[in-house]
């Protein structure tokens, strides 16, 4: 049996999750299910796109993915069921899918028609339909057209001095993640140096990883960890913005501290040697 995750804003204080597990394990025995993430914000398909591209290709292909964010039916919102890069996914016609996978169109889409009015209900009974091998054929009528969203692309000026890009997510620790992926930070950079502009806040060095940024060469006593800022590429290969194990319940997380938020502009100015 195929793999179950589950992506939604449902939180965690209500009984909401545990109510769509209790309907899988109503229609199917035994099924593995996993929890990506519950505290999306509310309606926010971007931050659910970036969570769920983050993971899903880790898991094997032919996983279900169920993403119950703004996962509403109405006269000008369908349900859909999709099999994109050979993985299936449950969700609502509200772009999720084309901010996951911009550049990739789905093997196969449907609408769903399944007869229940509850639509959890319709979601539940799909996952189990394709968990139990069933073709979408038999749950929905084709779709030809997805609605269309656009993530906010990272731009590179015609002289190649500056990436400009934005905050694409915040993730719990107040980490700032940016589009700016590292493949076109190396494409562009060419070896230069370079300043990174996050309002007031600059940035010169890029670290592979959290622990890079502390000099352990020095005693413990000496050393400035907990509260200093960093710059690395998280392991999705994006550039992202910290504080070396701030806590954002106590101001330390690096978005309050930087004063960023969700599509807040990053530039990265490249300096040519004279």
């Given at each position: 049996?195929?793999?179950?995750?589950?992506?939604?804003?449902?939180?965690?204080?209500?009984?909401?999750?545990?109510?769509?597990?209790?309907?899988?394990?109503?229609?199917?025995?035994q099924p593995t299910?996993?929890?990506?993430?519950?505290?999306?914000?509310?309606?926010h398909i971007g931050?659910?796109?970036?969570?769920?591209?983050?993971?899903?290709?880790?898991?094997?292909?032919?996983?279900?993915?169920?993403?119950?964010?703004?996962?509403?039916?109405?006269?000008?919102?369908?349900?859909?069921?999709?099999?994109?890069?050979?993985?299936?996914?449950?969700?609502?016609?509200?772009?999720?899918?084309?901010?996951?996978?911009?550049?990739?169109?789905?093997?196969?889409?449907?609408?769903?028609?399944?007869?229940?009015?509850?639509?959890?209900?319709?979601?539940?009974?799909?996952?189990?339909?394709?968990?139990?091998?069933?073709?979408?054929?038999?749950?929905?009528?084709?779709?030809?057209?997805?609605?269309?969203?656009?993530?906010?692309?990272?731009?590179?000026?015609?002289?190649?001095?500056?990436?400009?890009?934005?905050?694409?997510?915040?993730?719990?620790?107040?980490?700032?993640?940016?589009?700016?992926?590292?493949?076109?930070?190396?494409?562009?950079?060419?070896?230069?140096?370079?300043?990174?502009?996050?309002?007031?806040?600059?940035?010169?060095?890029?670290?592979?990883?959290?622990?890079?940024?502390?000099?352990?060469?020095?005693?413990?006593?000496?050393?400035?960890?907990?509260?200093?800022?960093?710059?690395?590429?998280?392991?999705?290969?994006?550039?992202?913005?910290?504080?070396?194990?701030?806590?954002?319940?106590?101001?330390?997380?690096?978005?309050?501290?930087?004063?960023?938020?969700?599509?807040?502009?990053?530039?990265?100015?490249?300096?040519?040697?004279?």
């Amino acid at each position: 049996m195929p793999i179950i995750t589950l992506t939604t804003d449902f939180g965690l204080q209500d009984a909401y999750v545990a109510s769509l597990k209790a309907g899988l394990y109503q229609q199917l025995d035994q099924p593995t299910i996993v929890d990506v993430a519950h505290l999306i914000d509310p309606f926010h398909i971007g931050q659910a796109a970036y969570v769920v591209r983050s993971v899903y290709r880790d898991f094997p292909q032919g996983s279900i993915h169920f993403v119950g964010v703004d996962f509403n039916e109405t006269p000008e919102q369908d349900l859909l069921v999709a099999e994109l890069n050979e993985h299936f996914f449950v969700c609502a016609d509200n772009g999720f899918l084309t901010l996951l996978e911009p550049e990739l169109k789905p093997t196969q889409c449907v609408k769903l028609t399944l007869p229940q009015k509850v639509v959890q209900q319709k979601g539940i009974e799909a996952i189990a339909h394709l968990a139990r091998g069933g073709a979408l054929s038999l749950i929905g009528t084709p779709v030809q057209k997805l609605k269309q969203r656009t993530q906010h692309a990272p731009r590179v000026n015609p002289q190649k001095t500056e990436i400009q890009g934005h905050v694409l997510h915040i993730d719990r620790f107040g980490n700032v993640i940016t589009n700016i992926s590292k493949k076109l930070f190396i494409q562009t950079a060419q070896q230069r140096k370079f300043v990174i502009h996050a309002r007031n806040h600059r940035f010169e060095q890029v670290f592979d990883a959290y622990h890079d940024a502390i000099r352990f060469d020095v005693p413990k006593e000496k050393r400035e960890e907990a509260g200093k800022k960093l710059a690395l590429f998280n392991q999705q290969g994006y550039l992202e913005l910290a504080i070396y194990k701030g806590n954002p319940k106590y101001g330390g997380g690096a978005s309050s501290l930087f004063g960023l938020a969700y599509l807040d502009p990053i530039r990265i100015a490249f300096i040519s040697e004279a």
